[in-house]
Every structure is written in C-alpha cells, then in structure tokens.
C-alpha cells in the first residue's frame, strides 16, 4: 500500500516502504454493467468535468519528462497520546486491538467484520477517538476509548458507508472522516450498484448516539486527500478534477461539483500531478509534468471556483513543489526543476500581486550539481535537501533557505526516498538495492546490491552509509524523554534471523538489533514507546523503550476476543 507525498504527519515521525508505485487505470474494474464509455473507467480524459476550452499555450511540456518516484511516504499510525488500535486482520474477524501504551493492557474491541484501515486521535472534550472501516460489513465502527459501554473497555457505534470505500482520512481536529476509494487498493465490488465517485463523511457527535454520516459524489480515481489546518475544509484530487468540501457546513447528502479553475484542463491533467494548498485552505498551487511552470489560485472560501489566479512560467517543468510558511505568516513556495538544475523560491502574495510580465519575485538557486528532483524541508524550516530516485550515484543538495545558497554531496546508491529528522539534524537515505550480485570484496558493489541507509549529519555534511540485512520496510525518528534522537527500523526477511528492528542512536551511531519470531507488520510510537505488531493469528505487539531499547511482548489477546 503507497501513501502520496501530502499526507498529513501526526506524532512521530513514521515512513512507510511497501514496494514500487503502481498505476491505476487501465485494468480497474469493479464489477460494473458495461459503461457507455470506457473512457470512463479506464482514467482516459474523454468524460473531464471540468472541461472549459482554451489551450494550453506555449510553454509546453517535455515529451521525455521523467517523473520522480518515492517508494515510501509518512503513515498515520492509528494512534493518540495514549492508546494504539490495531485492527485483526484474520479471516472472519471483528475486532480492534485497543492498547494502552502507558500500562500494556490490552483489549479486544469488537467492530464490523473485516477491519482494515483505523485511524485515531485525539479529540477535544471527547479523549481519543478511533475509526475503523471495515470491508466485510460495510461500516466504520467511532471508538470512543475513554468512554466504557456495557462490558466493552470504550464505547463503539457502527455507521453504515458505501461498500465500495476502502481507505480512510482523518481531518486535523479529529472529528471529521472521509471514507473514500484509495485506487491502489482493492475495491469491494459485492455491491448491486457501485460508483467510483462515491465517498462517506463521518462527523464526530458531541456524544455517543450522535454521530453522522452523509454520502458524497465527488471526483473519481482519488490521488490525495488534504485538509485546511483548522479543520474545516477538505480538498480532494482526482481524475476529474478537484473538490473542495466545507466540512462543518455538509448537513446531508451532496454532489460537489470540481473546482472552476478556469482555464483549460489540458495545462493541468491529472498526469503526474501535484497539489499543495495554504493551511487555511485560502491558496492552492499546482504543477504538472504537461506544463513548464506553476499554477497559484486564490481559492473563494464560500463556492466551488477560483477568485484570482497566476500562471508562473519557468525554465522548466517542475518535478517537485511545495508551500510553507515562514515565521512572519507569509507564503513562500519551493520549486525544483531537475532538467535545470535549479530550486526556485518565491513569495506567493508577491507573485499575485505582481504584473503579468514581472518575474522579479522568482529568487533561482543554482543547484548545478546535486539531483535536484525532490526537495525535503526541514522540520524547523531553514534548510532544504534536494535530491533524486532516477540516478544509480546520485548527488544530494543541501539549501540554505537564508542565504539561498547549497552545499553538494555525493551518496554510494540510488535513493528510494529520504526523510528528516524532527531536530532538523540527521537526513536518512534510504537506498534501492540493484539487482545482481556484487563481485566478492567489493564493499562499494555490496553496498549498491544490497539492502541498506545512509545516514547524513546535515551540520557537517558526514554520511554513513550502513548494510542491512532485510528489507526496511517502515521507520521511524523519534526521541527519549530527554529529547534524544533515535531511528528506528522495521526489518522484514525470509531469514528469520534477518527480521526484526534495528535502533541507531542519531547523535552517536550506535545500532543495536532485535529479532522478532514472528513478522512484524506495523511500527509505531503510543505513549513514549516505539511499538511493532507482529504476523500472528492470536496477537502479538512488542513495546520498545526509546531509551533503553528494553523490550516488552504483549501476546494472545485475540485467542480472548473469541470467546464469546
């Protein structure tokens, strides 16, 4: 399962390694009566809502672009300050596994049949909060886990959703979720009717007995789901366009119609798109590999169309683009253009309020060099690390954003992604072992055919790169009580020696090794402790503690749900 870059980071910081990027498209298919049009089905642009004439104009795409590929993107764990929900995903089962990180007590949560996808948080005046859709029974089961009912440790009321959504999105204050189609998941096609454009919105009620859920037509073949940092708007892009969703003002079933950008679809198609919005949802942004340039709209707060927009044209077609804002509350967007080895950086008010033939905001660093594909800010704002997953030797880039200069350094093996550590301190590559096998003592070649990290002091520009002997298939950065840096790393293998986690100390080095008699399946942080469930019909989580790596095996509790 992939995770799209824009997910929102929660906690800890978590990333995700499941395998290589797959299409959607062409071989989608649910179980329909035969279309009109398959155009339709396929992810063809023959039905586009949002067509509206025009053309795209001069500046057009390479026909050689070559998008970037991140293998792994941040998970949201399902989990709060305090408890972790783990769903059993056995055959025939009902349950969710409610944990409580700060005693190991577990629970056994009875929800619809089949759970897959939780997700959790904490809820103002509500304590912490879980939503569980289960595919079996189509439902989404609102845990309320500080609330008991009955001889169940938490409260829990089943919603009924269409039962073609499989994937779940939880909105920043906790109390609103869309139940959607994820097209790189399995669709339920059990259904008389079914319809990729249908999604469910959940909202949390002041009690038990409360809540609702209403059913949405949106967009279809959904890339990313975001939402405005209060909140109160969701945003989401698809196939056929874009929808903005005020979440509070839904009070019933509804078709959302896409946002009118305006201009032609042609300029921005849903091939290699990328979306980024303001955190008050005010600006969306937007490139595309069909487009040598950006696109800036001021988004009205109250109807489905634009107020203002800006098309921004470049040297080249932008392979990565983000929004943050600075201290002062501006916006500042970040641009790489890997054909032009350059990172371009701008003032977004400056650049709508600029004239037509005025440039001058656009502030271009010369990132001749380094592989300036994907850019990675650092948490505190103040660097930005550039690099790419295409090269076998690929050169990273580190910018100052102060001084808008960078720095260059070289890494052994090509980059499957790269995250950052919360302090700002310590960037992890994560590498894409090649295929064959290395010559024998050839420590360069067995490094790039095997498995491993390279670990990058951005202070000092030193890389360690280190082997591994499985495959890293999740990690996570995170700290002790005194603010100390550790990474963890889920190791999966067909050795059973091999499988396991991995901890290394980020100020020191030092990597100490854990091995797990069962697979592990999911890494997590709940109440001060890295946790890892494990493959297992009956149950099985491991609790870490981050400072001492000492371990604690909570087993069996599935065996007890069964009992009826």
């Known amino acids: 399962m992939i995770r799209r870059k824009n997910m929102i980071w929660n906690g800890a910081v978590a990333l995700c390694i499941f395998g290589l990027l797959v299409g959607c498209g062409d071989d989608m298919s649910i179980g329909m ?32 672009f070559e998008p970037e590929e991140e293998e792994f993107l941040v998970q949201q764990v399902a989990a709060t300050d305090s408890y972790v929900f783990v769903p059993n995903q056995t055959e025939g089962s009902d349950t969710v596994a409610l944990i409580d990180g700060r005693d190991f007590s577990v629970h056994p949560m009875r929800v619809g049949l089949q759970p897959t996808q939780v997700v959790a948080d904490d809820v103002e005046d509500q304590g912490s909060v879980a939503y569980v859709l289960s595919t079996g029974q189509p439902t989404v089961a609102i845990v309320r886990a500080d609330l008991s009912s009955g001889d169940q440790r938490a ?111 042609s300029i921005f198609t849903p091939q290699d798109r990328e979306v980024a919005f303001s955190s008050d949802g005010r600006v969306m942004a937007m490139r595309t590999s069909q487009y040598a340039g950006v696109g800036l709209f001021d988004l009205n707060p109250d109807e489905a169309q634009i107020d203002d927009h800006r098309m921004i044209e470049l040297d080249g077609v932008p392979t990565d683009l983000d929004l943050f804002e600075r201290e002062d509350g501006s916006l500042r967007a970040v641009v790489t253009i890997r054909s032009e080895d350059q990172v371009v950086l701008f003032d977004v008010d400056e650049a709508m309020e600029a004239e037509e033939e005025d440039d001058s905001f656009l502030r271009i660093v010369d990132a001749t060099g380094a592989d300036a594909g994907i850019g990675r800010l650092t948490p505190d704002e103040s660097m930005l690390a550039v690099f790419s997953t295409l090269p ?84 996570i ?65 491991t609790f870490f503690d981050v400072a001492t790596n000492e371990q604690r095996t909570v087993s069996g509790y599935e065996l007890n749900a069964g009992i009826q």
């Open 33 to 64: 009566e035969s279309p009109a049009d398959d155009d339709y089905w396929n992810g063809d642009q023959g039905n586009d809502q949002n067509e509206m004439g025009g053309s795209p104009g001069e500046n057009d795409a390479d026909e050689d």
């Open 155 to 265: 409260d829990v009321r089943l919603l009924p959703v269409p039962w073609e959504v499989n994937q779940l999105a939880l909105s920043p204050d906790g109390r609103h979720v869309l139940a959607y189609i994820d097209p790189n998941e399995p669709i339920n096609d059990s259904a008389s009717t079914a319809s990729l454009q249908t999604m469910a919105l959940i909202r949390l009620g002041d009690g038990p007995g409360n809540d609702e859920v209403f059913q949405l037509s949106v967009t279809r073949i959904i890339d990313n789901i975001a939402f405005s940092e209060d909140g109160e708007q969701a945003f989401v892009v698809g196939q056929e366009g874009i929808n903005r969703l005020p979440l509070y003002d839904i009070k019933s079933d509804a078709f959302l119609p896409a946002i009118d950008l305006g201009m032609a679809p």
């Open 392 to 475: 076998l030797l690929p050169t990273v880039g580190l910018v100052d954003l102060e001084t808008e200069s960078i720095e260059t350094f070289e890494l052994r093996n090509q980059i499957r992604n790269l995250a950052i550590s919360p302090d700002s301190k310590t960037a992890v590559a994560v590498h894409q072992a090649q295929p064959g096998q290395a010559p024998a003592g050839d420590p360069e070649a067995q490094f790039r055919h095997g498995e491993g990290i390279t670990l990058w002091d951005l202070a000092t520009g030193y890389r360690r790169p280190l082997g591994l002997r499985g495959e890293p298939e999740e990690i």
């Open 477 to 541: 950065m995170t700290t002790d009580e005194s603010g100390h840096p550790y990474l963890f790393i889920m190791l999966t293998s067909d050795n059973h020696a091999d499988q396991g986690i991995k901890r290394i100390d980020l100020a020191t080095h030092r990597t100490d090794f854990v091995r797990l008699p069962r697979r592990p399946m999911q890494l997590g942080v709940v109440a001060g402790q890295v946790f890892v469930s494990q493959e297992e019909e009956t149950g099985r989580i």
